[in-house]
């Protein structure tokens, strides 16, 4: 099979998984055809625009429209195209609509669209129309994010052609510190330093718990500084908490490692890859139920999902895990992180595109669920 991505950007969250489909010995070829490199707020971030050299792994930047073309009419009826981001990228878009003069294979690769905030309602019923306008030309939907599902079967979609699906983060070489200092509950938050981000609903929750048990570090660009570092002193929390800055993408693999738990707020995140990448670390992980990512928390050893309206409930799961520190089990996470990664994630991909185009096998399980499933099998094994 041929398999060619459609993007914005080359994205240090999804080349994990593009890389292990060139080599795959059920593709034949992989094209990734992007809009830009990079932007350049996202160089400043560390980010890379490395793909991998492989003879199979095709990169076209910035196509004309001659070029989008050829890519389309090659090897139609075993090429699959995978569309992503349709509404925002012109590029994408056009090569979008150059495909339904053609009979090519098409996929859509979404997140859901937010529904908060003061344009929620217009926001919603502009994506209604949309997804409804051109629903009926894809074969099928894969949807990260927790209530991704949902919304598109509400779009119209039937519920057997939608896949749930996830982002992937590259692996490091960094040695895992299994036993840390457990003296302090220690944890983390990385994002932009915004209200979006929901890091004031963080500090809340923290005003109340035991100041001498815990230790807060934050990494990001401070957006709105004034405001957090006044709401810090507001509630005490300035022996508790430290502003660490903007940190790489490399930096921080390094240094999350050295926490017990990540803590992602937000009010609203199409995923939150940061959730992929504490897990990789062996890390704990708190989210509010607005992460598209909190998909990801299985059961209460990989984390915790709180209702991101309900503050005091977030409350309750940091004192509860003061308390539990000591029994966070790293090798538990470590091994769900597993499945996580670029090679599953790819595999994944190729036994949708079998299953439903070429109906071979049965219908594939998402990574989480795999792990879920073969752990119960494994422990009704050993109870037997």
């Known amino acids: 099979m041929r398999i060619v991505y459609w993007e914005n950007i080359i994205s240090q969250h999804k080349l994990p998984y593009f890389e292990y489909l060139a080599k795959s010995k059920e593709v034949g070829e992989f094209v990734l055809v992007v809009e830009e490199e990079l932007s350049q707020q996202l160089k400043e971030q ?72 003061l344009r929620a309602i217009s926001r919603r019923l502009a994506s209604f129309f949309i997804e409804r306008k051109f629903l009926k030309n894809y074969d099928l939907v894969l949807g990260s994010g927790a209530s991704t599902q949902k919304w598109y079967v509400e779009c119209g979609l039937e519920i057997k052609n939608f896949y749930p699906f996830l982002y992937a983060v590259q692996d490091t070489e960094t040695k895992i510190i299994k036993n840390l200092d ?140 003061i308390t539990d520190k000591n029994t966070i089990d790293r090798d538990y996470i470590l091994e769900y992180s597993n499945y996580l990664k670029g090679d599953k994630v790819a595999q994944y991909l190729i036994d949708i595109i079998n299953f439903h185009y070429k109906n071979k096998g049965s219908r594939p399980l998402p990574p989480w669920e795999k792990f879920q499933l073969e752990k119960n099998i494994n422990t009704q094994n050993s109870v037997n």
């Open 46 to 117: 560390g980010w890379h625009s490395k793909v991998p050299k492989l003879s199979n792994f095709s990169l076209v930047v910035n196509p004309s429209n001659k070029t989008i073309n050829e890519i389309l009419l090659e090897n139609q009826s075993n090429s699959f195209h995978v569309f992503s981001g349709i509404r925002s990228i012109p590029m994408v878009f056009s090569a979008f609509q150059e495909s339904l003069n053609l009979n090519v294979n098409r996929i859509l690769l979404t997140e859901s669209v937010n529904t908060l905030g």
């Open 182 to 321: 457990n003296e302090l509950l220690k944890l983390v938050f990385v994002g932009r330093v915004e209200k979006a981000k929901g890091l004031d609903v963080l500090l809340e929750a923290l005003k109340s718990s035991d100041k001498g048990k815990f230790k807060l570090d934050i990494y990001g660009d401070l957006v709105e500084d004034v405001f957090f570092k006044k709401l810090v002193n507001d509630l005490n929390l300035n022996n508790n908490v430290e502003f660490k800055g903007v940190k790489s993408n490399l930096e921080l693999r390094n240094l999350l490692q050295q926490y017990h738990m990540l803590v992602l707020p937000s009010r609203w995140d199409g995923w939150g890859a940061v959730i992929n990448e504490a897990i990789a670390s062996g890390l704990k992980v708190i989210c509010s139920d607005r992460c598209g990512a909190s998909i990801l928390i299985i059961n209460d050893k990989i984390g915790h999902v709180f209702n991101v309206n309900k503050s005091q409930s977030l409350t309750n799961i940091i004192e509860q895990t």
